[in-house]
């Protein structure tokens, strides 16, 4: 970023965080990425050279620091004292995203993926039952690009949850049917489940005890609510953050059925 000339301190700030992707960046090692590779999957859309450009850039500010991953492993980054203080300026921005950022949401900004991906870092771990479930996911009103991304699977179990692009075998429990747009602004809670299956827009089936213990999961609420996102570090980068307190109280008829695992 070219200076501002000023050595007024929010010009200073702004010379290290203001550049495009460098707040996504840190937001992606705050919750634990390390390796290269984990940071470009939680950018897709950022390319290798302005990754490495700003890591450099940032590592060069003081803000990250790079570490040897053992020998002959490639160097992992580490947020430094200085890179942990954007923390709670990164927390406040998602906070004033979901409060005053909505209305800049366009038809462009929906990605299954990283809706996918969004649930699974965002799932309330403590509802998870004994056994495995299986939810369904097929999608519409997307862009030309995802074409090939109609069918997702998201295969619940402890201790490992995972997002599928391909059948994983396995026997459904749950079929959400939505328009991706639909689904993305229940989920960001924009909109209640109610008036989205009311437009038709999203249909979610199965059997009611198991669908209501997946919307408790996946914090699908009958009605908009300001959902907060928990940047917390997480031993999976991609996973739910550690200890997270279950939320089914929020969400009318999502309590668990009788024998799944209670809020911890």
């Given at each position: 970023?070219?200076?501002?000339?000023?050595?007024?301190?929010?010009?200073?700030?702004?010379?290290?965080?203001?550049?495009?992707?460098?707040?996504?960046?840190?937001?992606?090692l705050?919750?634990g990425?390390?390796?290269?590779t984990?940071?470009?999957?939680?950018?897709p859309?950022?390319?290798?050279?302005?990754?490495?450009?700003?890591?450099?850039e940032?590592?060069?500010?003081?803000?990250?620091?790079?570490?040897s991953?053992?020998?002959?492993a490639?160097?992992?980054?580490?947020?430094?004292?200085?890179?942990?203080?954007?923390?709670?300026?990164?927390?406040?921005?998602?906070?004033?995203?979901?409060?005053?950022?909505?209305?800049?949401?366009?038809?462009?900004?929906?990605?299954p993926?990283?809706?996918?991906?969004?649930?699974r870092?965002?799932?309330?771990?403590?509802?998870?039952?004994?056994?495995?479930?299986?939810?369904?996911?097929?999608?519409?009103?997307?862009?030309?690009?995802?074409?090939?991304?109609?069918?997702?699977?998201?295969?619940?179990?402890?201790?490992e949850?995972?997002?599928?692009?391909k059948?994983?075998?396995?026997?459904?429990?749950?079929?959400v049917?939505?328009?991706?747009?639909?689904l993305?602004?229940?989920?960001?809670?924009?909109?209640?489940?109610?008036?989205?299956?009311?437009?038709g827009?999203?249909?979610?089936?199965g059997p009611?005890?198991?669908?209501a213990?997946?919307?408790?999961?996946?914090?699908?609420?009958?009605?908009?609510?300001?959902?907060?996102?928990?940047?917390s570090?997480?031993?999976?980068?991609?996973?739910?953050?550690?200890?997270r307190?279950?939320?089914?109280?929020?969400?009318?008829?999502?309590e668990?059925?009788?024998?799944?695992?209670?809020p911890?």
């Amino acid at each position: 970023m070219k200076p501002y000339a000023s050595f007024c301190p929010v010009a200073k700030t702004a010379e290290v965080f203001a550049e495009r992707w460098t707040p996504l960046l840190l937001r992606e090692l705050c919750m634990g990425a390390r390796r290269f590779t984990d940071l470009q999957k939680g950018l897709p859309l950022i390319s290798r050279a302005t990754l490495t450009q700003r890591l450099g850039e940032l590592e060069a500010a003081g803000v990250v620091e790079r570490v040897s991953a053992g020998e002959g492993a490639r160097s992992e980054y580490k947020l430094t004292e200085a890179g942990e203080a954007f923390r709670p300026i990164l927390e406040m921005m998602s906070e004033w995203g979901q409060t005053y950022g909505r209305g800049r949401i366009s038809a462009g900004d929906f990605d299954p993926a990283e809706l996918m991906w969004g649930m699974r870092r965002y799932l309330d771990v403590s509802l998870l039952p004994p056994e495995r479930l299986v939810v369904q996911f097929e999608f519409s009103g997307m862009a030309e690009a995802f074409r090939n991304a109609r069918y997702w699977w998201l295969v619940l179990r402890r201790p490992e949850i995972d997002v599928c692009l391909k059948n994983p075998g396995y026997d459904v429990d749950v079929v959400v049917t939505a328009r991706l747009q639909a689904l993305s602004l229940v989920w960001l809670g924009y909109r209640g489940l109610v008036e989205a299956r009311r437009a038709g827009e999203v249909a979610v089936s199965g059997p009611a005890a198991i669908v209501a213990t997946v919307r408790g999961i996946l914090g699908l609420h009958d009605h908009p609510w300001n959902r907060k996102f928990d940047l917390s570090m997480r031993d999976d980068p991609f996973g739910p953050p550690p200890g997270r307190e279950a939320r089914s109280r929020d969400v009318p008829g999502t309590e668990p059925p009788a024998g799944s695992v209670r809020p911890f």
